[in-house]
């Protein structure tokens, strides 16, 4: 009798800890945006143009070099910051610069950013700018249907035209 | 800390009712950690065996065992899910358990920031094992693993981008998170191994009760809500809710209800404050045990006994060919174990100073035999009782009078057995032990290391010609003072019935007396 007492109790202890498990294993479910949302996610990795223009060395200049180092162009290392730009239905929704990684800032500059837009038919002008100054010079725009759930990611390919629009 | 530590002992005392102490859950925290890891290796073979280790054919092949196979592959897939939840629970008590006793700091030191770098690789080998399913649930942690580490600018190339498109996901990266969830475990593993190192005979395998019991319930939490994928991993969208593990996913939505950076700051605050806890919480130590060369033959047994391997054999400091035992006093409890295991620690040898080959500075072999002596001097009437008992147990004061002597050592296995029979034959009618009780020994094995040396099973040993009937030790009722009273009383009638003790006074006594 006590023995059936005592498997009793430890199936009364056991009980609790499977529902525990049981339960917080899969509920509550998260929300991770909101119903009636889409996600817009912009993420690029690009080096800018060289800050510094290149510039072409004289032959006095080349004469004076040990001769595996005359390179006819001096070029400095260092590189522009990116600066994106997000329009959305013609508000400025989201703008970044991001420097160039590295000591010498001479690396690819990166940029990773999200945010939800309420479902639904929505402008949206990307723009980046990847040398030191002056306008924009790589501009994307559409009209996109982004449904809820849909995730849209902006991303920069050079070599497929500049900014793209992923869906 | 108290509050947590008096809420612990309350429930371990509950628990002891329906399982025993020996079989506590509660006092097994450790060991079941370990069953969780081993259940979760051999459900992850089977598992492994049957996964298409493609991006393409993950999914179907989870799929596959839940539907086709719900009764075997599906079961097994159930329990790696809630054996890994189970591992969460076991962990996170076993961390607080030690906590609120605090049992981090000194001897326990290395054993409690050893434990520190488990609780990452814990939850690196659960949370990458949720992705390999590729289901929605996959897509929203690897997203969310890859933004929290993306705001450490760390690397060239943000790991978040692995992610962002169908195309970017190659089968090879699938392959290096395959690798990653059977070779993270298996640092767990090797860092679990680490982390009883500085333990004298670490148990790593739970009471046959509890892991039938643990298996048991995980087959039937299996059975009862078998574990399910998402809907699969599709780039073009965002998973809007997941059902969330909530044991090892919960950082995730945390993350998103702070930032990436606020939960390094958490997440990395929180491990710096256990490491440095030790030393944060640290007190002065006890004087450590030590060796005299002189009485020790180096036979080991206090290498064999002490609980936190602080004691180890090397050649001995005069004797060419010998061994002598070396504390590392780092290591040491004081807990007096190892003088207990010493055959020179005994209270028939003649020498007015009596020095053990290892003894504590503290509560020397000598000191105790010279306290035993004057308590038994003191004893008169009928029922004389020579109480034992130990820091970690109850407080014995309360108890003393005419016809008992009480002597409280740091750990009840610090007594070696001859000091009972010493007891017997020098006016004592009875010799009864109280020590923790059962499941409680403060440094971890001294009521299994006395019940051996009183069975005969372990040097030193009760000698077979005292008499056991004048020796008891408290029950399970041990901590409460009623139940000491108790038994105590219940000791006295016992020992009327058995009469006076033969006049067997040791030379010592009849030359002190």
């Known amino acids: 009798m006590k023995a059936v007492l005592r498997i009793a109790a430890q199936f009364a202890l056991y009980l609790p800890l499977m529902l525990l498990i049981g339960v917080f294993s899969t509920w509550p479910r998260f929300q991770v945006i909101a119903p009636g949302e889409a996600l817009v996610r912009v993420s690029m990795t690009h080096a800018g143009a060289r800050k510094v223009a290149c510039r072409t060395r004289s032959a006095a200049e080349l004469a004076k070099l040990a001769p595996n180092m005359r390179n006819p162009q001096d070029c400095s290392r260092e590189r522009a910051a990116l600066v994106v730009e997000l329009e959305i239905d013609g508000a400025l929704a989201w703008r970044t610069e991001a420097q160039p990684a590295g000591l010498q800032r001479d690396g690819a500059s990166t940029i990773y950013h999200r945010m939800t837009l309420p479902a639904g038919r929505h402008r949206i002008v990307a723009r980046l700018r990847d040398t030191a100054d002056g306008p924009f010079n790589h501009v994307r725009e559409a009209v996109l249907e982004l449904p809820a759930g849909a995730a849209l990611l902006i991303d920069f390919a050079a070599d497929k035209g500049g900014l793209q629009f992923r869906t | ?513």
Not at chain 2, 96 to 124: D, H, K, N, Q, T
Not at chain 2, 156 to 162: C, D, K, L, S, W
Not at chain 2, 406 to 419: H, Q
Request: glycine share 8%; hydrophobic share 50%.
């Open chain 2, 1 to 513: 800390m108290h509050a947590l530590d008096a809420a612990f002992v309350r429930l371990e005392r509950v628990f002891d009712r329906a399982f025993g102490a020996a079989a506590n859950p509660l006092r097994h925290l450790g060991t079941l950690g370990y069953l969780m890891f081993w259940l979760l290796a051999l459900s992850g073979l089977y598992l492994f065996i049957r996964f298409d280790t493609s991006i393409d054919g993950a999914y179907a092949s989870i799929g596959r065992l839940s539907d086709a196979e719900w009764w075997f592959g599906g079961v097994l897939r159930s329990l790696h899910r809630y054996a890994s939840d189970a591992f969460v629970v076991v962990v996170a008590l076993h961390l607080l358990r030690e906590l609120a006793a605090g049992r981090f700091r000194g001897f326990r030191a290395f054993s409690w920031i050893s434990g520190v770098p488990l609780l990452w690789l814990l939850y690196a080998s659960g949370v990458i094992g949720y992705w390999l399913v590729w289901d929605a649930r996959a897509q929203f942690s690897a997203l969310a693993t890859a933004e929290w580490f993306h705001a450490l600018g760390i690397g060239a190339e943000p790991m978040v981008r692995n992610f962002l498109g169908a195309e970017a996901v190659p089968n090879r990266m699938f392959s290096l998170f395959v690798f990653l969830h059977i070779g993270l475990p298996l640092a767990l593993l090797a860092g679990m191994w680490i982390h009883v190192q500085r333990l004298g005979r670490p148990r790593t395998l739970s009471p046959r009760p509890l892991l039938a019991g643990f298996t048991a319930m995980l087959l039937a939490l299996a059975l009862a809500l078998p574990a399910a994928s998402e809907v699969p991993w599709d780039s073009a969208r965002v998973p809007v809710s997941v059902a969330q593990d909530w044991f090892l996913l919960f950082w995730q939505p945390l993350m998103y209800a702070t930032s990436p950076l606020a939960l390094w700051a958490i997440l990395g605050g929180a491990t710096a404050a256990l490491v440095v806890l030790p030393w944060r919480a640290r007190r002065p130590a006890l004087p450590a045990a030590v060796v005299s060369p002189q009485n020790c033959n180096g036979c080991g047994r206090c290498v064999d006994d002490c609980p936190y391997q602080a004691v180890l054999l090397a050649p001995h400091a005069t004797k060419r060919g010998a061994f002598q035992a070396v504390v590392m006093a780092e290591r040491c409890a004081a807990c007096g174990i190892c003088a207990g295991a010493c055959p020179s620690s005994t209270p028939f040898r003649a020498d007015a100073d009596l020095v053990s080959g290892i003894d504590l500075p503290g509560l020397t072999v000598n000191a105790l035999r010279a306290r035993l002596e004057a308590a038994l001097g003191k004893l008169a009437g009928d029922g004389r009782v020579v109480l034992f008992g130990c820091e970690g147990g109850p407080a014995l004061g309360a108890l003393a009078d005419a016809r008992t002597a009480a002597l409280t050592l740091p750990c009840l296995a610090m007594l070696p057995p001859s000091f009972i029979e010493y007891a017997l034959r020098s006016g004592a009618q009875g010799v009864l032990l109280a020590g923790c009780a059962p499941g409680e020994c403060r440094y971890r094995q001294g009521l299994e290391i006395t019940a051996e040396r009183l069975a005969g099973a372990r040097e030193p040993h009760l000698r077979a010609s005292v008499p056991r009937a004048r020796l008891w030790q408290a029950g399970d009722r041990v901590q409460d003072a009623a139940g000491l009273r108790e038994s105590l009383a219940g000791f006295r009638t016992a020992l009327k019935a058995l009469g006076a003790p033969p006049p067997t006074r040791p030379k010592r006594a009849r030359v002190a007396s």
